[in-house]
């Protein structure tokens, strides 16, 4: 891990660890946050314990996540102990949601910062070296009447932190995170996101096509655009409305970028359009996320999703004819409150009539200040939320083997991320001497336009462009494959 530094500065010395949980969107902000950081001349470590700065970026959605940071912390609170100059900070969600409660458990923490405020990290951190006393940004006030097609048409605080991005610390710009929306309007009754990330707000769609060329300036071969319910973007620009199929055209349009991803969709407000610009935008890729949450009608309801189990099949149907060979991920909540076995019968008709490439399943566990915790009972018992979140992982792992089996034998386009998990590993163990030579190190992973996994071997010259890849076996998350030769295979570009 490295930073692009312009200048050395007398901060040279001072190092980082900004530890990730939860979703691609925090995933970015931490990107953003230490390219902030490395400007002021931080440098990134993997070891909390020679940090100079502790950032834990977190989630809220879940009880277990938010068990992990506090787990954290207290590994952290015996360092500064011996390391008092050290600072401390929980940013995004948990930092917002649930700010009075790190204060009181964990009064080590120096920095406190929603994630609508991750613009400030530099004045804040400069606050907390200046005065040794607990800074703290969040936005736990914001109003929801302004209407949401003059929201769009407001300051955003936090967009000059996008605009500003440069080369990620890493310096792996293959592949970038783009956000197009902040926030949610839906309220869902169990999710905590409309609270932490306040309401919609679509960025301007010039703004998101500039920062897009900026990356593929950089080298940038492929985007996923980010919003809570991207699908739902919608923009005021010179009288005419910009919906996400239009921002899909403009961005398409931008020389260097070769593959287009978006998540996380939201199937009440998924329309045709979308789904012209996936078959006609050779950019965009057919790999749709379509969160369903239940198969259930009566949990649905609770759950206040807004669309019945028909609608969803009716929009899957839908997607397939007019998006040929498009794979499909999907989310599930089991043990929502008042979920029967019938109703659990009904998901896992829902997942093996639609034959999911792949789906993230997670036990309910309720959060504090949602509508469900409010008003509906956490009435599942854990030892059946187990068994049924077990159902599904069994039911997934055999689609899921499914899906891959029926790739053996295709050529599948793979853009080359670098060696894989296990090359990895093997190339330390030569390193160490361990062993003289490992028959796994030369092995590339990468993914193809459905988002499936493809290991194959092929020297690091490839890392970085795009080949054609004959797939030769399959596991539940993965492809095994070969590169494709013969006459008329042009298997790398």
Do not use: W
Request: charged residues 30%; aromatic residues 6%.
């Amino acid at each position: 891990m490295f930073c692009r530094l312009t200048r050395v500065t007398h901060s040279m010395s001072k190092r980082v660890y900004l530890e990730t949980m939860g979703c691609q969107m925090n995933k970015l902000d931490s990107e953003l946050v230490l390219g902030q950081l490395c400007r002021l001349g931080y440098a990134p470590t993997d070891d909390f314990r020679r940090a100079d700065l502790v950032l834990l970026n977190t989630c809220s959605v879940r009880q277990h996540a938010e068990d992990k940071v506090y787990s954290r912390l207290g590994e952290v609170a015996r360092i500064k102990r011996e390391r008092p100059e050290m600072v401390v900070g929980v940013i995004g969600c948990m930092a917002e949601r649930d700010h009075q409660g790190i204060q009181r458990k964990a009064p080590h923490v120096d920095l406190l910062c929603g994630p609508g405020n991750l613009n400030q990290i530099g004045d804040l951190l400069a606050e907390v070296l200046d005065t040794r006393q607990r800074a703290i940004a969040l936005e736990h006030d914001r109003s929801r009447r302004t209407p949401k097609d003059r929201r769009t048409l407001e300051h955003d605080s936090i967009e000059s932190l996008d605009l500003s991005r440069t080369a990620p610390p890493d310096g792996n710009v293959l592949q970038a995170y783009v956000r197009v929306q902040r926030g949610c309007d839906k309220f869902c009754t169990y999710c905590v996101v409309p609270y932490t990330r306040g309401p919609e707000r679509s960025r301007p769609p010039a703004n998101i096509v500039d920062e897009v060329r900026k990356l593929a300036d950089m080298g940038t071969r492929e985007v996923t655009l980010l919003g809570q319910t991207v699908n739902s973007y919608l923009y005021a620009e010179n009288g005419r409305t910009v919906r996400f199929a239009d921002l899909l055209e403009r961005v398409h349009e931008v020389g260097g970028i070769e593959r287009i991803r978006f998540v996380t969709s939201y199937p009440g407000d998924f329309t045709d359009d979308i789904l012209q610009a996936m078959r006609d935008l050779p950019k965009v890729c057919e790999y749709l996320s379509l969160p369903a949450q239940s198969g259930s009608n009566a949990v649905l309801r609770r759950m206040r999703r807004d669309y019945t189990a028909e609608q969803y099949l009716e929009l899957v149907d839908k997607a397939r004819r007019m998006v040929p060979g498009i794979s499909l991920s999907s989310d599930f909540i089991v043990g929502f409150s008042g979920e029967t076995e019938e109703d659990h019968q009904a998901t896992l008709a829902l997942i093996e009539r639609i034959r999911y490439k792949n789906i993230f399943m997670f036990k309910y566990s309720n959060r504090p200040n949602t509508k469900a915790d409010r008003v509906l009972p956490d009435d599942v018992p854990y030892r059946v939320k187990q068994r049924r979140h077990s159902e599904l992982m069994a039911l997934q792992h055999r689609l899921s083997i499914e899906h891959h089996r029926a790739m053996i034998g295709r050529r599948v386009e793979v853009l080359v991320e670098g060696p894989s998990k296990p090359a990895l590993k093997a190339r330390q163990a030569v390193e160490a001497g361990k062993v003289k030579t490992s028959r796994r190190a030369d092995q590339l992973t990468g993914h193809t336009r459905g988002d499936e996994i493809v290991v194959f071997a092929g020297p690091d010259s490839l890392i970085g462009r795009f080949v054609t890849v004959e797939v030769t076996d399959a596991s539940p998350l993965t492809l095994q494959g070969m590169l494709a030769g013969g006459p008329g295979v042009s298997p790398i570009r």
